[in-house]
């Protein structure tokens, strides 16, 4: 995989921790990404994450197939036992980010439309594209600043 697809990848999985499934996983104070998961009927839940330099899951479900229950996810079973595994496993080192490889680009976005947006435009996150393949377009300004009236 080339590198700038596999940061792509870890970015997208870096959006679960910051405002996704995986939230909680914030608790650890430090660059994160993750994937949560919860099969048909909640049969097995997972999560998978990491820094850049340890990855761990936990899956958890039964050995014959049947319900871990009509609410269970892996947002909700799996996640706070990775985050304890984390704190342990992390303790003492410093936080690092997941390194930026030549190649890509960083472009504020609108988070609900995935178009460009002005930096600091209200609802923009950083998301990063490979060079050349970045979006074209602005979000029209109207849409940038809605006010209660």
Not at 86 to 109: N, R, S, W, Y
Request: aromatic content about 6%.
């Amino acid at each position: 995989m080339r590198p700038e697809t596999a940061f792509l990848v870890v970015n997208v999985m870096k959006g679960v921790i910051q405002r996704g499934t995986g939230a909680r996983a914030n608790v650890l104070q430090r660059p994160l990404a993750g994937k949560t998961g919860t099969s048909a009927d909640a049969t097995d839940v997972w999560f998978v994450g990491g820094t850049p330099s340890l990855v761990a899951g936990i899956w958890l479900g039964y050995d014959l197939k049947r319900s871990l229950g009509p609410v269970e996810t892996g947002s909700r079973l799996a996640l706070p036992l990775w985050i304890a595994f984390m704190k342990k496993a992390l303790a003492g080192t410093e936080p690092q980010d997941f390194q930026e490889p030549d190649g890509v680009v960083a472009i504020p976005v609108d988070l609900d439309t995935g178009l460009p947006a002005p930096l600091g435009a209200s609802g923009a996150i950083t998301e990063y594209f490979v060079k050349g393949t970045e979006p074209n377009g602005m979000l029209p300004a109207a849409t940038l600043d809605v006010t209660d009236g």
